[in-house]
Protein backbone atom coordinates (compact mmCIF):
# COMPACT_ATOMS: atom_id res chain seq x y z
CA UNK A 1 0.00 0.00 0.00
CA UNK A 2 2.79 2.38 0.80
CA UNK A 3 4.12 2.74 -2.76
CA UNK A 4 -0.03 3.82 -3.70
CA UNK A 5 -1.03 6.96 -4.38
CA UNK A 6 -4.41 8.71 -4.66
CA UNK A 7 -5.45 11.37 -6.90
CA UNK A 8 -8.91 13.11 -7.32
CA UNK A 9 -9.94 13.78 -10.64
CA UNK A 10 -13.00 15.31 -12.28
CA UNK A 11 -14.42 12.42 -14.58
CA UNK A 12 -14.05 14.48 -17.64
CA UNK A 13 -10.52 14.32 -17.00
CA UNK A 14 -10.20 10.43 -17.36
CA UNK A 15 -8.18 9.43 -19.96
CA UNK A 16 -8.52 6.46 -22.44
CA UNK A 17 -5.91 4.69 -20.21
CA UNK A 18 -8.24 4.83 -17.23
CA UNK A 19 -10.96 4.23 -18.59
CA UNK A 20 -9.31 1.41 -20.15
CA UNK A 21 -8.04 -0.07 -17.33
CA UNK A 22 -11.48 0.74 -15.09
CA UNK A 23 -13.15 -1.60 -17.59
CA UNK A 24 -10.67 -4.37 -17.05
CA UNK A 25 -11.02 -4.55 -13.19
CA UNK A 26 -14.26 -4.76 -13.52
CA UNK A 27 -14.70 -7.64 -16.00
CA UNK A 28 -12.09 -9.02 -13.99
CA UNK A 29 -14.31 -8.67 -10.76
CA UNK A 30 -16.37 -11.76 -11.24
CA UNK A 31 -19.30 -9.46 -9.97
CA UNK A 32 -22.37 -9.22 -13.04
CA UNK A 33 -21.82 -6.55 -15.38
CA UNK A 34 -24.22 -3.73 -14.50
CA UNK A 35 -23.56 -0.65 -16.56
CA UNK A 36 -24.29 1.45 -13.77
CA UNK A 37 -20.31 0.65 -12.74
CA UNK A 38 -18.46 1.82 -15.54
CA UNK A 39 -17.25 4.58 -16.24
CA UNK A 40 -19.32 5.73 -18.84
CA UNK A 41 -22.21 6.29 -16.73
CA UNK A 42 -19.67 8.39 -14.22
CA UNK A 43 -18.82 10.41 -17.11
CA UNK A 44 -22.34 11.13 -18.03
CA UNK A 45 -23.47 11.67 -14.57
CA UNK A 46 -20.68 14.26 -14.25
CA UNK A 47 -22.00 16.13 -17.40
CA UNK A 48 -25.20 17.14 -15.92
CA UNK A 49 -23.60 16.82 -12.24
CA UNK A 50 -20.49 19.65 -12.14
CA UNK A 51 -19.32 17.88 -8.20
CA UNK A 52 -18.68 15.01 -9.71
CA UNK A 53 -15.75 13.06 -8.86
CA UNK A 54 -13.22 9.87 -9.79
CA UNK A 55 -10.35 8.91 -6.95
CA UNK A 56 -7.85 7.50 -8.57
CA UNK A 57 -5.16 5.10 -7.43
CA UNK A 58 -1.71 4.65 -9.16
CA UNK A 59 0.43 1.76 -8.29
CA UNK A 60 3.72 3.35 -9.78
CA UNK A 61 2.43 4.47 -13.50
CA UNK A 62 -0.60 1.75 -13.07
CA UNK A 63 -3.87 2.87 -12.35
CA UNK A 64 -5.24 0.24 -9.78
CA UNK A 65 -8.40 1.46 -8.33
CA UNK A 66 -11.53 4.08 -8.95
CA UNK A 67 -14.12 5.76 -6.59
CA UNK A 68 -16.88 7.64 -8.34
CA UNK A 69 -19.01 10.33 -6.49
CA UNK A 70 -20.50 13.46 -5.90
CA UNK A 71 -19.25 16.43 -3.60
CA UNK A 72 -21.92 18.56 -2.23
CA UNK A 73 -21.67 21.69 0.34
CA UNK A 74 -19.99 21.36 3.58
CA UNK A 75 -18.15 17.88 2.48
CA UNK A 76 -20.94 16.13 2.17
CA UNK A 77 -20.86 13.07 -0.37
CA UNK A 78 -23.21 10.21 -2.38
CA UNK A 79 -22.61 7.88 -4.64
CA UNK A 80 -22.67 8.57 -8.09
CA UNK A 81 -26.27 9.34 -9.57
CA UNK A 82 -27.40 9.01 -5.68
CA UNK A 83 -31.40 8.58 -6.52
CA UNK A 84 -31.49 7.34 -9.96
CA UNK A 85 -28.13 4.94 -10.05
CA UNK A 86 -29.18 1.05 -8.98
CA UNK A 87 -25.23 0.08 -8.36
CA UNK A 88 -22.96 1.76 -6.51
CA UNK A 89 -19.21 1.11 -4.78
CA UNK A 90 -15.79 0.94 -6.04
CA UNK A 91 -13.79 -0.56 -8.55
CA UNK A 92 -10.61 -2.27 -7.04
CA UNK A 93 -8.10 -4.22 -7.66
CA UNK A 94 -7.85 -7.35 -5.61
CA UNK A 95 -5.76 -6.87 -2.49
CA UNK A 96 -6.80 -3.30 -2.80
CA UNK A 97 -8.59 -2.15 0.33
CA UNK A 98 -8.31 1.60 1.82
CA UNK A 99 -9.94 2.31 4.65
CA UNK A 100 -13.67 3.51 4.55
CA UNK A 101 -12.83 6.89 6.52
CA UNK A 102 -9.21 7.00 5.00
CA UNK A 103 -11.03 7.13 1.66
CA UNK A 104 -13.17 10.07 2.73
CA UNK A 105 -10.11 12.10 3.82
CA UNK A 106 -8.21 11.83 0.28
CA UNK A 107 -11.82 12.87 -0.96
CA UNK A 108 -12.57 15.86 1.24
CA UNK A 109 -15.92 14.35 2.46
CA UNK A 110 -17.09 14.25 6.03
CA UNK A 111 -19.72 11.56 4.36
CA UNK A 112 -20.63 9.57 1.69
CA UNK A 113 -24.43 8.33 1.12
CA UNK A 114 -25.28 5.05 -1.16
CA UNK A 115 -28.60 3.45 -1.64
CA UNK A 116 -27.94 0.42 -4.04
CA UNK A 117 -24.16 -0.51 -2.68
CA UNK A 118 -23.27 -3.57 -4.64
CA UNK A 119 -22.66 -6.34 -2.98
CA UNK A 120 -19.28 -7.52 -2.51
CA UNK A 121 -17.86 -4.07 -1.76
CA UNK A 122 -15.22 -5.04 1.52
CA UNK A 123 -14.04 -1.18 1.76
CA UNK A 124 -17.72 -0.70 3.03
CA UNK A 125 -18.43 -3.36 5.09
CA UNK A 126 -20.12 -2.45 8.54
CA UNK A 127 -21.69 0.93 6.87
CA UNK A 128 -24.93 -0.15 5.48
CA UNK A 129 -27.79 -0.18 7.86
CA UNK A 130 -30.31 -1.81 5.38
CA UNK A 131 -30.05 -4.84 2.93
CA UNK A 132 -32.64 -5.21 -0.25
CA UNK A 133 -33.28 -7.74 -2.94
CA UNK A 134 -33.03 -6.85 -6.45
CA UNK A 135 -35.04 -9.11 -8.30
CA UNK A 136 -32.96 -10.59 -11.63
CA UNK A 137 -34.46 -12.51 -14.60
CA UNK A 138 -31.65 -15.28 -15.38
CA UNK A 139 -32.02 -15.75 -19.48
CA UNK A 140 -28.62 -17.07 -19.62
CA UNK A 141 -29.94 -20.68 -20.95
CA UNK A 142 -32.22 -18.97 -23.18
CA UNK A 143 -35.69 -17.08 -23.33
CA UNK A 144 -37.49 -20.80 -24.12
CA UNK A 145 -35.60 -22.15 -20.61
CA UNK A 146 -36.66 -19.12 -18.90
CA UNK A 147 -40.85 -19.13 -20.13
CA UNK A 148 -40.69 -22.96 -19.44
CA UNK A 149 -39.51 -22.26 -15.71
CA UNK A 150 -42.33 -19.60 -15.94
CA UNK A 151 -45.05 -22.08 -16.91
CA UNK A 152 -43.94 -24.11 -13.72
CA UNK A 153 -43.63 -21.84 -11.42
CA UNK A 154 -45.81 -18.74 -12.64
CA UNK A 155 -48.40 -20.61 -14.56
CA UNK A 156 -51.44 -18.46 -14.06
CA UNK A 157 -49.10 -15.07 -14.86
CA UNK A 158 -47.93 -16.42 -18.11
CA UNK A 159 -51.00 -17.57 -19.08
CA UNK A 160 -52.69 -14.39 -18.29
CA UNK A 161 -50.43 -12.31 -19.57
CA UNK A 162 -50.22 -14.25 -23.06
CA UNK A 163 -53.59 -14.21 -23.47
CA UNK A 164 -53.86 -10.51 -22.86
CA UNK A 165 -51.02 -9.79 -25.76
CA UNK A 166 -52.82 -12.06 -28.25
CA UNK A 167 -56.36 -10.05 -27.34
CA UNK A 168 -53.95 -6.39 -27.54
CA UNK A 169 -52.82 -7.52 -30.96
CA UNK A 170 -56.47 -8.01 -32.21
CA UNK A 171 -58.41 -5.06 -30.73
CA UNK A 172 -55.88 -2.83 -31.83
CA UNK A 173 -55.22 -1.43 -35.16
CA UNK A 174 -52.57 -2.71 -37.01
CA UNK A 175 -50.31 -5.89 -35.92
CA UNK A 176 -48.61 -5.86 -32.58
CA UNK A 177 -44.80 -5.50 -33.00
CA UNK A 178 -41.74 -4.97 -30.44
CA UNK A 179 -38.71 -2.85 -30.79
CA UNK A 180 -35.77 -3.97 -29.20
CA UNK A 181 -33.53 -0.93 -29.22
CA UNK A 182 -35.86 2.19 -30.56
CA UNK A 183 -33.90 5.25 -31.67
CA UNK A 184 -36.59 7.54 -32.21
CA UNK A 185 -36.49 10.28 -29.75
CA UNK A 186 -40.26 11.02 -30.22
CA UNK A 187 -40.72 7.61 -28.48
CA UNK A 188 -38.82 8.37 -25.32
CA UNK A 189 -40.29 11.61 -25.09
CA UNK A 190 -43.89 9.81 -24.88
CA UNK A 191 -42.21 7.18 -21.97
CA UNK A 192 -40.82 10.02 -19.83
CA UNK A 193 -44.03 11.69 -20.08
CA UNK A 194 -45.70 8.21 -19.67
CA UNK A 195 -43.40 7.70 -16.46
CA UNK A 196 -44.41 11.24 -15.25
CA UNK A 197 -47.92 10.92 -15.26
CA UNK A 198 -47.47 8.15 -13.18
CA UNK A 199 -45.14 9.50 -10.69
CA UNK A 200 -48.42 12.55 -10.15
CA UNK A 201 -50.58 9.94 -10.33
CA UNK A 202 -49.49 7.97 -7.74
CA UNK A 203 -47.85 11.14 -5.56
CA UNK A 204 -44.09 10.07 -5.93
CA UNK A 205 -41.95 12.83 -6.93
CA UNK A 206 -41.66 12.99 -10.49
CA UNK A 207 -37.93 12.41 -11.00
CA UNK A 208 -38.41 13.72 -14.84
CA UNK A 209 -38.91 17.06 -13.70
CA UNK A 210 -35.16 17.59 -12.46
CA UNK A 211 -33.47 18.54 -15.58
CA UNK A 212 -30.75 16.82 -14.61
CA UNK A 213 -32.19 13.33 -14.91
CA UNK A 214 -34.16 14.13 -17.81
CA UNK A 215 -30.81 15.41 -19.48
CA UNK A 216 -28.88 12.25 -18.37
CA UNK A 217 -31.50 9.94 -19.75
CA UNK A 218 -31.68 11.83 -23.19
CA UNK A 219 -27.91 11.93 -23.43
CA UNK A 220 -27.55 7.85 -22.14
CA UNK A 221 -30.24 6.96 -24.70
CA UNK A 222 -27.51 8.26 -27.38
CA UNK A 223 -24.47 6.37 -25.79
CA UNK A 224 -23.26 3.11 -27.33
CA UNK A 225 -20.10 2.35 -25.32
CA UNK A 226 -19.65 -1.38 -25.27
CA UNK A 227 -20.37 -1.62 -21.07
CA UNK A 228 -23.22 1.20 -21.12
CA UNK A 229 -25.28 1.69 -23.72
CA UNK A 230 -29.03 2.94 -23.46
CA UNK A 231 -31.87 0.80 -24.48
CA UNK A 232 -35.03 2.23 -25.27
CA UNK A 233 -37.72 -0.59 -26.12
CA UNK A 234 -40.88 0.08 -27.03
CA UNK A 235 -44.37 -2.27 -27.57
CA UNK A 236 -46.60 -0.77 -30.20
CA UNK A 237 -49.79 -1.34 -31.46
CA UNK A 238 -49.57 -0.93 -35.11
CA UNK A 239 -47.49 3.18 -35.30
CA UNK A 240 -48.87 3.49 -31.79
CA UNK A 241 -46.64 3.15 -28.81
CA UNK A 242 -48.77 1.48 -26.21
CA UNK A 243 -45.08 0.57 -23.30
CA UNK A 244 -41.87 1.68 -23.18
CA UNK A 245 -39.19 1.04 -21.28
CA UNK A 246 -35.83 2.63 -21.19
CA UNK A 247 -32.79 1.34 -19.42
CA UNK A 248 -29.05 0.96 -19.49
CA UNK A 249 -27.04 -2.55 -20.97
CA UNK A 250 -23.34 -3.85 -20.42
CA UNK A 251 -22.28 -7.18 -22.97
CA UNK A 252 -23.84 -9.32 -20.25
CA UNK A 253 -26.72 -7.42 -18.07
CA UNK A 254 -29.45 -5.42 -18.93
CA UNK A 255 -30.67 -3.04 -15.65
CA UNK A 256 -34.02 -2.15 -15.90
CA UNK A 257 -34.71 1.38 -15.30
CA UNK A 258 -38.10 3.29 -16.23
CA UNK A 259 -40.94 1.54 -17.54
CA UNK A 260 -44.17 2.95 -18.30
CA UNK A 261 -47.44 2.08 -20.54
CA UNK A 262 -50.11 4.46 -21.95
CA UNK A 263 -53.19 3.81 -18.79
CA UNK A 264 -55.74 3.53 -21.62
CA UNK A 265 -54.38 -0.22 -22.64
CA UNK A 266 -53.79 -0.50 -18.85
CA UNK A 267 -56.44 -3.85 -19.22
CA UNK A 268 -54.30 -5.63 -21.77
CA UNK A 269 -51.03 -5.46 -18.94
CA UNK A 270 -49.13 -3.95 -22.05
CA UNK A 271 -45.82 -3.26 -19.27
CA UNK A 272 -45.93 -6.91 -18.41
CA UNK A 273 -46.10 -7.64 -22.19
CA UNK A 274 -43.13 -5.53 -22.83
CA UNK A 275 -41.12 -7.64 -20.30
CA UNK A 276 -41.42 -10.70 -21.66
CA UNK A 277 -40.66 -9.37 -24.84
CA UNK A 278 -37.54 -7.82 -23.14
CA UNK A 279 -36.72 -10.92 -21.67
CA UNK A 280 -36.98 -12.87 -25.49
CA UNK A 281 -34.72 -9.87 -27.02
CA UNK A 282 -32.10 -9.60 -24.49
CA UNK A 283 -31.97 -13.26 -24.60
CA UNK A 284 -30.98 -13.33 -28.63
CA UNK A 285 -28.86 -10.68 -28.10
CA UNK A 286 -26.53 -12.54 -25.50
CA UNK A 287 -27.35 -10.81 -22.55
CA UNK A 288 -27.60 -13.05 -19.71
CA UNK A 289 -29.71 -11.19 -17.01
CA UNK A 290 -32.01 -8.11 -16.47
CA UNK A 291 -31.90 -6.99 -12.90
CA UNK A 292 -35.13 -5.34 -12.12
CA UNK A 293 -33.68 -3.27 -9.66
CA UNK A 294 -34.14 -3.17 -5.74
CA UNK A 295 -37.54 -2.67 -4.33
CA UNK A 296 -40.88 -4.78 -4.30
CA UNK A 297 -43.35 -5.09 -7.08
CA UNK A 298 -46.01 -7.36 -8.25
CA UNK A 299 -44.36 -7.79 -11.22
CA UNK A 300 -41.18 -8.23 -10.15
CA UNK A 301 -42.04 -11.20 -8.12
CA UNK A 302 -43.77 -12.68 -10.97
CA UNK A 303 -41.05 -12.49 -13.33
CA UNK A 304 -38.29 -12.93 -11.25
CA UNK A 305 -36.14 -16.20 -11.44
CA UNK A 306 -34.00 -15.24 -8.58
CA UNK A 307 -32.50 -12.19 -6.90
CA UNK A 308 -28.82 -10.01 -5.80
CA UNK A 309 -28.58 -7.69 -2.63
CA UNK A 310 -27.84 -4.23 -2.70
CA UNK A 311 -27.34 -2.32 0.17
CA UNK A 312 -28.31 1.80 2.04
CA UNK A 313 -26.10 3.60 4.31
CA UNK A 314 -23.37 5.95 4.65
CA UNK A 315 -19.48 6.31 5.99
CA UNK A 316 -19.29 8.91 8.38
CA UNK A 317 -16.10 10.21 9.82
CA UNK A 318 -16.87 11.21 13.41
CA UNK A 319 -17.27 14.82 14.47
CA UNK A 320 -20.05 17.00 14.79
CA UNK A 321 -21.10 16.74 11.18
CA UNK A 322 -21.38 12.88 12.13
CA UNK A 323 -24.60 13.48 14.48
CA UNK A 324 -25.71 16.23 11.97
CA UNK A 325 -25.91 13.50 9.60
CA UNK A 326 -27.95 10.80 11.93
CA UNK A 327 -30.34 13.93 12.59
CA UNK A 328 -31.07 14.22 8.87
CA UNK A 329 -31.16 10.69 7.37
CA UNK A 330 -32.00 8.15 10.36
CA UNK A 331 -35.07 9.38 11.54
CA UNK A 332 -36.49 9.00 7.93
CA UNK A 333 -35.04 6.12 6.97
CA UNK A 334 -36.41 4.15 9.82
CA UNK A 335 -39.74 5.48 9.52
CA UNK A 336 -39.69 3.85 6.45
CA UNK A 337 -37.83 0.67 6.83
CA UNK A 338 -40.96 0.57 9.79
CA UNK A 339 -43.87 1.02 7.17
CA UNK A 340 -41.99 -1.41 4.75
CA UNK A 341 -41.84 -4.39 7.40
CA UNK A 342 -45.84 -3.65 7.20
CA UNK A 343 -47.25 -4.62 4.19
CA UNK A 344 -51.13 -3.73 5.42
CA UNK A 345 -49.59 -0.53 6.63
CA UNK A 346 -47.72 0.28 3.46
CA UNK A 347 -50.73 -0.46 1.24
CA UNK A 348 -52.60 2.18 3.63
CA UNK A 349 -49.66 4.44 2.83
CA UNK A 350 -49.90 3.75 -0.89
CA UNK A 351 -53.34 4.45 -1.17
CA UNK A 352 -53.27 7.84 0.53
CA UNK A 353 -50.55 8.90 -1.66
CA UNK A 354 -53.10 8.29 -4.75
CA UNK A 355 -55.31 9.83 -2.96
CA UNK A 356 -53.30 12.90 -2.36
CA UNK A 357 -52.14 13.09 -5.85
CA UNK A 358 -55.85 12.92 -7.52
CA UNK A 359 -56.66 15.70 -4.77
CA UNK A 360 -53.64 17.81 -6.37
CA UNK A 361 -53.61 16.66 -10.21
CA UNK A 362 -57.68 16.03 -10.89
CA UNK A 363 -58.20 15.55 -14.39
Known amino acids: MS???????????????EIAAWRALRAASGTPGNPFMEPEFTREVA?????????????????????PYEKGPLGRGRAIG????????????????????????????????FDNL????????GAAVEAFASPVIDVGAGY????????????????????????LGRQTEGKLRFVFDERDPAALRTLMAWKSAQYRRTGRRDRFAEEWISALVRALHGLGAPGC????????????????????????VLSCW????????????PGLVLHLRMAEAAAAAGIGLLDLGRGDAEYKNALKTGELTVYEGAVVRPGARAA?????????????????ARPALAARGRTTLNALARLRNPR
Open 82 to 113: LGVSDSQGAVLRPGLRPGARALLRHCGLVDWE
Open 47 to 67: RVRPRSRVAVWWDGDEPVGFF
Open 144 to 167: AAYEALLRVRSPTFLRTTLAKERR
Open 229 to 252: SGVLSVLYAGERPVAAHFGLRSAT
Open 324 to 340: LHWLRREPPRRAHAFVR
Open 3 to 17: AVRVRIVGAGELGAR
Open 258 to 269: FPAYDPEFARFS
Open 118 to 125: EDGQPVFE
